[in-house]
């Protein structure tokens, strides 16, 4: 008995001992609260371990005194605890806020720790997206991701923006980058008008809901992107919306947002002159009307000094200023834009789900310029087992947009009438007069390149309406531990309708006859996927090994009648049109992938990544379809391998990316084909030949890039700084090049030329303070990036890009891609300009003037939160670049423009040697003769040329977070308000009167040109934002 | 047993992953095929394309402006009279008119010359029609410009040739000639069920009337080296008369525009900027009493024939009350305005010109001429009474005097509107004699006010053919547009 009591007792003493015991709780996010599910508990030392599960509960049994208990979870700190014999231990992970382990997204939506990459990414989150919220999601990302270009056009709302990342990399690519929301890859389609005019139809982008979005990441590289195949060549950008998560409350959010738009920059006019030419009136016409041709309708006649004349509408009148100085101001009008977005959303450990819907109105400065799209969101999870968990999405986007504004030289385009009208007429008389008794439109010119722009407000117009769905669903298995696989098929489409029209009347319409335009379409984008993922351990490595196959198909088909020679008038339906028209095109895209990914980790300081992928596309020849890429990134963690762990130097890396990649093209490149023409009297058929020729030989073209980079930390990482420098040539580019037209075509597909795009980017933070009541942030970034044409298809000298009047953006080997070309004036060898005895400056050679491309360009954000106000703001600025301005040149010799005074009086002295003696030129010329003479007659491009550095606030917000203690009683969880603003003013802005990125389309060289766009507009109001 | 296992679960996996990739290269073949169009056609559809742009290439808008305004028919209002002033600042207007003629008629006649000429669809009459047309194409081109690529030219598809080199002019003219005369050869005893019955946008396959195009064509090709190369020009001219030439407007080689809008003349009419007929045409029509003016010529608003002045500066322009004088003739601007590229009316005139120059038989030439007035005023449907009067009026009988010019301005009125092959006469013949601007209302443009003898090459070509280009240049002389081709002597 004895020896039993001793034997218990002993037990007793060694369980007492050794003390095994259960140990359980709950691991919550600190400040939120909200249950973290995945963090890794661990007992230290040992594999024993558990996870999290969706309520952050967790157990681990047999744990002994003594042991130290380590809960680590990706972005948070890692606590460790030693056991003293608790059986509960609830803890709070605080994020990690020096930003050690941030998680980033990266391609394929695998979740990575920022550390482990070897190349470039930036991620932007949801409030710097969704307070001073934009139409188009991509606006906001300008100057708060360096290596990020992007360009807003100037195109009413909805309109289109050109997107860059990186520079340019290939001659006739569309070179936007690729968008993946939630792992489905969707139509990133740009937009805009020509130079002749038209209407920017928007992008693809543009339906992206600011307030749907959870985090964006921004994958610079080749290297970042290969595993997305050709499409990733221009980087990614990978949008994540929000999924449901577990809030406080009833999980009922609402984001409300209320600007205004009004005009901030418009062109300086004169007021002292009207209409006519060399100083005198026009001449009055048989009808009693002056006569209104060339060049009597423009502002080149006598000084306004309250003399009686006939004015255009042949009346008598006073000719005098006119009271209103800028026509601009009256025409337009303040728009504005409301959004509201109310989303529901909760989360358990069966699963998740958000629903949220949002409404969007707008109008634009030009009064009939509306916006009414809609957004519904569903998004859902379910844990059908332990290992099996489904995620779905599905958006639908149905849209509406009234009368796009007409662009450039465009008829209907107002700012170009508005800045050419003599300066004697006044708006109101315009507004007055727009049809005569037989219907025929009135006009101040007899231009049909014009339309009187009130005649063309209420008799011309167009309606464009997009549906759209997105959605996925994937599958999450985990086999075991080590095995994972997982399959996604989602799909990107689009319905469109567009109808546009103009009534009869108009010279500038059809001749009168009045047109109409009906154009409806579908496309799809459609992607699966499948990615079986291993990972183990082979002794020091950790390795995740990643096989994939990927079917993408591309699909669209149009269908567009138009007619003209309206029956009746204002009814606008094919029927009503006399001549009728009509063409249909289907296009159909396949590319299978199959890729693998490794990760080798050795270490936790040196991160080693490869992928392998082969795409085999329809697009190309069939011997030649399928072509391989590769790309290796590693990173170098050499603090932690150092030891270094200082306060000074807190974080160093160093990384380094390689990347080659493969392209194909748009389909039907490789086949010669016979169009049957449409006809419709004729009693025989009509074929034709398309007048590019195809390529039965087509290889892929390939783009090779590296990039070295370092992220710095210093003192505690109150100061980061990430720099890379990337080189990528991309070379055997397909492209249809121009060729000779005595060939009996105009280009030819071929692989030809080499590009080599290079730049520096670099991202310092810093946090000069930080405590409870009051944080400063700081954030600058740089970048530069030059593309320089290497090569062009052999024989060819120049690949022109985009002409507007005689002036060109054009690829030339040796030279910046998108060098501008026009004539300059004629010059003798000291570059004097050669006068002629009647004191005009002749044309010359046709010579670089410029280019599109940016010295550099950056931005600067400074967030100051003060207890419960945060003033944030982004300034961003580009140096250098250039542009050819057409809107300036048509105001100065149409003589509207304020320019337009220097010498009226007296004749204007070119500057320069005359022809024939050599000696200073002494003669002056008529003003109006010069100007016309230069830039239409002799289309010197010289003086239009203009400098598009600038300095631009571009965003402001104030912001107010309604203080617990203000919400307690209410059943209002959290609460914000927000002051913000929009392109608010140019800091500095060169060319004075021109916004630098008043572009009418948003391709990859459509910053090199300006026409008469609509004047650049500023936004500000209210951002409210409340969780139930 | 283990190892058989083995074996055929690889053999299952590879035979699983075959069926995988070989069922994808299926699926992409599928794709592959463009459903907008078709692989294969029968090239009467081809024939039809270029027949139809030789005929829209009359009133083509971009040289209308040019040659129109040379051919002082007509001034054209707003930004397009420029060319009126004789300048030359137009390169992306030289570059279009040097592509669309090569991109309509000749791209798509030579993949007919192709397809009539390939085994298993060898088809001789066809070839034989479809040179006609080429050389039509062609000619216009190396009229406008001078030297241009003809025997590696239009061959982008057929031969790959995207840097063609350029021919003399010269050389392509006698092989122009040659390729007619081959033509007539195998039309005269051909089987027109060979040719193309029911696609023959100009004769309904009438192999005869083919016959007779092919061969006034040739006679205005040989007249047109009337001063270049004397020896060739008679001896085509021999040739020419010696087979069957157009002799009435039955013979006429015409096209009315039904498609779209219509033709470009009656859209020009309508629309804006509007043209209005020269004063130079309407005096000399006026003058003569011509019963063509009112068929060239419609009348103001006040029922008068106003013409505008060719040329005016800008101030004089201004000033002339442009919007109320004559608008073109209906007759030559309504939808069913008949586009003419060859009629019996300047084949009799060329015939009367060739009398006086080789035959030295002023006799038949008169009666040629004669001819010529009368194919001309019928072509127009003029009235019999109005024939009788002006074919007895001293106009319509040459006075043995000034024999070339009363036949070189006859010419000129008779091609109406058609501006480019009138512009060619005009720079061959010097007929009718154009003022030289020197009013100080008048611009004198880069020429001296002197008519301008041809279009530059566009830089275009200069940037994507620079070797040809400069051959034919330091052969052909300065890329200006008072450099003369080479048969212009006059």
């Known amino acids: 008995m004895k020896n039993l009591l001793t034997v218990i007792g002993l037990m007793v003493f060694s369980i007492m001992g050794t003390a095994q015991t259960s140990v359980s709780g709950t691991v919550l996010e600190k400040n939120t609260d909200i249950p973290l599910l995945g963090v890794s508990v661990l007992v230290k030392g040992t594999t024993i371990g558990t996870t999290t599960d969706f309520d952050g509960k967790y157990s681990i049994d047999n744990v002994s005194d003594g042991a130290v208990l380590e809960f680590s979870f990706l972005g948070f700190k890692t606590v460790e605890i030693t ?24 391609a394929l939506n695998i979740q990575r720790d920022k550390e482990s990459l070897g190349y470039s990414i930036s991620q932007v989150t949801a409030d710097q997206v969704n307070v001073a919220r934009e139409n188009n999601v991509m606006n906001s990302l300008s100057g708060k991701v360096s290596g990020l270009q992007i360009t807003q056009s100037n195109t009413g709302v909805d309109g289109s ?176 834009t409301m959004s509201n977005t109310l989303s529901f959303e909760g989360r358990n450990d069966k699963g998740s789900f958000r629903l949220a819907i949002t409404d969007e109105d707008g109008q634009g400065i030009v009064s009939n310029n509306t916006l009414s799209k809609q957004t519904f969101n569903m998004r859902g999870s379910s844990n059908l087992t332990d290992k099996l968990k489904i995620d779905g999405k599905m958006t639908y986007i149905t849209s509406k947009v009234k009368n796009r504004p007409e662009l450039a030289e465009g008829s209907g385009n107002t700012a170009l009438q508005l800045s050419l009208m003599p300066r004697d007429i006044r708006l109101q008389d ?52 080590r095995f994972n696989i997982t399959a996604k098929s989602g799909i990107d489409y689009i319905v469109y309708d567009f109808t546009s029209f103009g009534a009869r009347g108009a010279n500038a319409i059809s001749n009168g006859l009045g047109s109409y335009n009906h154009q409806t379409g579908k496309s799809s984008i459609w992607n699966s996927d499948i990615l ?161 020729l195809p390529s039965f030989d087509l290889r892929p073209e390939t783009s090779e890039s590296w990039e070295i980079g370092t992220e710095l930390g210093f003192l505690d990482n109150r100061i980061l700084l990430d720099a890379t420098y990337y080189q990528t040539n991309t070379t055997d580019q397909i492209m249809a090049v121009p060729i000779s037209g005595t060939s009996g075509f105009d280009s030819k597909v071929v692989n030809a030329g080499e590009i080599q795009n290079k730049g520096i980017e670099a991202q310092l933070n810093l946090i000069p303070f930080d405590s409870e009541s009051f944080t400063w942030n700081l954030g600058f970034n740089f970048t530069k990036s030059n593309s320089k044409v290497v090569s062009l298809n052999e024989g060819l000298q120049n690949i022109v890009l985009g002409t507007l009047w005689t002036a060109s953006v054009e690829a030339r080997p040796g030279q910046e891609f998108g060098t501008i070309y026009g004539n300059d004036f004629l010059r003798d060898n000291f570059g004097r300009k050669i ?194 | 047993m283990k190892n058989t296992q083995n074996n055929i679960r690889k053999i299952v996996v590879v035979a699983l992953f075959g069926i995988l990739f070989s069922s994808c290269e299926k699926h992409l073949e599928n794709l592959y095929d463009n459903p907008n169009a078709v692989t294969t056609i029968d090239d009467s559809a081809l024939f039809t394309k270029a027949v139809r742009s030789l005929f829209q290439g009359t009133t083509d808008q971009a040289s209308a402006r040019f040659a129109g305004q040379y051919a002082h028919y007509f001034v054209a209002g707003s930004t397009w009279r420029a060319p009126d002033q004789y300048g030359d600042g137009f390169d992306g207007d030289y570059n279009s008119m040097l592509k669309e003629g090569y991109s309509g008629t000749i791209r798509h006649i030579e993949e007919v010359l192709l397809i009539t000429s390939t085994a298993g669809t060898q088809n001789n009459v066809r070839h034989a029609m479809a040179d006609i047309i080429a050389v039509l194409g062609y000619a216009k081109m190396t009229d406008a410009f001078g030297d241009v690529p003809y025997n590696e030219g239009g061959k982008g598809k057929s031969e790959n040739i995207i840097q063609p080199r350029y021919d003399s002019q010269q050389s392509i003219y006698t092989d122009l000639i040659a390729r007619l005369a081959s033509s007539i050869a195998v039309l005269k005893t051909a089987n027109p069920e060979l040719g193309y019955p029911g696609s023959d946008p100009i004769f309904d396959n009438n192999l005869d009337k083919w016959v007779r195009l092919a061969n006034s064509v040739r006679l205005r090709l040989a007249m047109r080296l009337r001063y270049a190369d004397p020896g060739l020009s008679q001896s085509t001219v021999v040739q020419c008369l010696s087979e069957p030439l157009m002799e009435t407007p039955e013979h006429d080689a015409f096209m009315i525009e039904t498609e779209g809008t219509g033709n470009a003349w009656f859209t020009r009419r309508t629309g804006f900027p509007s043209i209005k007929m020269s004063t130079f045409l ?20 006040s029922g008068q024939y106003s013409g505008i002045t060719n040329g005016l500066t800008d101030q004089a322009f201004g000033n002339s009350n442009f919007a109320n004088l004559s608008d073109m003739g209906l007759a030559l601007s309504s939808p069913e305005s008949k586009l003419f590229v060859m009629t019996a009316a300047e084949t009799w005139l060329l015939r009367a010109e060739a009398a006086l120059a080789y035959d030295n038989d002023p006799t038949a030439a008169n009666s040629f001429f004669r001819n010529g007035i009368e194919a001309s005023l019928n072509q127009w449907g003029v009235e019999a009474a109005e024939i009788s009067d002006f074919m007895a009026s001293p106009i319509a009988t040459l006075s043995g005097n000034n024999d070339e010019e009363q036949i070189g301005v006859q010419l000129w009125l008779a091609l109406t509107p058609n501006y480019f092959e009138s512009w060619s006469h005009i720079r061959r013949t010097g007929f009718p004699v154009l003022p030289v601007r020197t009013d100080p209302g008048l611009h004198q443009g880069a020429t001296n006010g002197i008519m301008p003898k041809r279009f530059n090459y566009p830089s275009f070509e200069q940037s994507s053919n620079a070797t040809n280009l400069q051959e034919a240049i330091s052969r052909q002389g300065a890329n200006k547009i008072d450099t003369p081709i080479w048969w212009d002597k006059n």
């Open chain 1, 835 to 1028: 006068i002629g005895n009647d004191g005009l400056a002749q044309r010359g050679e046709r010579v670089a003037l410029g280019n599109i491309n940016p010295d550099w360009y950056g931005g600067f954000t400074n967030q100051i939160r003060f207890k419960n106000f945060t003033l944030s703001s982004l300034i961003t600025a580009q140096v250098g670049g250039e542009y050819y301005s057409y809107g300036r040149g048509y105001r100065l010799f149409f003589g509207t423009d304020q320019r337009s005074l220097v010498g009226r009086e007296t004749g204007i002295i070119e500057d320069g040697i005359n022809e024939f003696t050599g000696f200073e030129n002494d003669v002056p010329a008529n003003a109006m003769l010069k100007q016309f003479t230069d830039i239409f007659a002799n289309e010197v491009a010289t003086d239009l040329i203009l400098d598009a550095t600038n300095v631009k606030l571009r965003e402001v917000a104030l912001t107010f977070d309604f203080p617990e203690t203000m919400l307690r009683n209410t059943f209002i969880q959290s609460a914000t308000l927000s002051a913000v603003g929009r392109n608010l003013l140019f800091l500095y802005n060169a060319s004075g009167d021109i916004d630098p990125e008043a572009t009418y389309s948003s391709g990859p060289a459509s910053t090199a040109f300006e026409h008469s766009s609509l004047p650049s507009t500023r936004s500000y109001g209210l951002n409210l934002k409340i969780n139930f």
């Open chain 1, 83 to 106: 056991m003293t014999g608790q059986t509960t231990i609830d803890l709070a992970l605080e994020e990690d806020g020096e930003q050690l382990d941030e998680v980033v997204v990266t």
């Open chain 1, 532 to 692: 079986g993922t291993y990972t183990t351990n082979i002794s020091d490595f950790n390795v995740t090994l990643s096989l994939g196959a990927n079917y993408r198909n591309e699909f669209s088909s149009a269908l567009n009648v138009s007619g003209n020679d309206a029956k009746v008038d204002g009814f606008y339906q094919i029927s009503n049109y006399k001549n009728s028209f009509s063409n249909e095109n289907t296009t159909k895209k396949g590319i299978y992938s199959f890729y693998g990914l490794g990760q080798f980790n050795y270490g936790g300081y040196l991160y080693f990544d490869v992928t392998l992928r082969n795409d085999n596309s329809s697009a190309l020849p069939k011997t030649n379809n399928s072509y391989w890429y590769h790309s290796e990134n590693m990173s170098l963690l050499f603090s932690k391998l150092l030891g270094l762990n200082s306060r000074i130097l807190s974080q160093g890396k160093l990384r380094g990316s390689f990347a080659k990649v493969g392209n194909d093209t748009s389909p039907y490149r490789t086949q010669a084909v016979y169009n049957v023409d449409q006809t419709v009297t004729l009693p025989y058929t009509v074929a034709s030949i398309s007048g590019s």
């Open chain 1, 161 to 336: 923006s050109r997107v860059l990342l990186r520079g340019i990399t290939t001659i006739s690519g569309n070179n936007r980058p690729l968008v993946v929301v939630d792992g489905i890859p969707i139509n990133n389609g740009s937009g805009g008008a020509g130079g002749g005019g038209g209407i920017d139809r928007g992008d693809a982008l543009s339906d992206i809901n600011p307030d749907d979005v959870a985090s964006i990441s921004v994958l610079k590289g080749a290297g970042a992107a290969a595993a997305y195949g050709s499409l990733g060549m221009n980087g990614v950008i990978l949008i994540t919306t929000k999924s449901g998560t577990k809030k406080k409350g009833v999980g009922i959010g609402l984001n409300s947002s209320f600007l205004f738009t009004d005009i901030a920059l418009t062109p300086d006019f004169q007021n002292e002159y009207g209409s006519g030419a060399f100083g005198d009136f026009a001449p009055i016409n048989a009808d009693g009307r002056p006569v209104l041709d060339y060049p009597f309708s423009w502002s080149w006649g006598p000084k306004m000094e309250g003399q009686a004349y006939t004015n255009w509408l042949g009346r008598q009148d006073v000719y005098a200023p006119n009271p209103n100085r800028n026509p601009y101001n009256e025409f337009y009008q303040t728009g504005f």
């Open chain 2, 282 to 301: 309407i005096d000399q029509l006026q003058n003569t009493s011509d019963p063509r003016l009112s068929i060239f010529v419609s009348q103001d608003g």
């Open chain 1, 430 to 481: 315009v507004a007055n007069n727009t049809i005569n008794v037989n219907g025929e439109e009135i006009k101040w010119n007899l231009d049909n390149t014009f339309n009187n722009p009130y005649w063309a407000l209420e008799n011309a117009g167009n309606v464009d309406e997009k549906d759209r769905f997105q959605g996925f669903i994937s599958t999450n298995w985990d086999l075991n531990e």
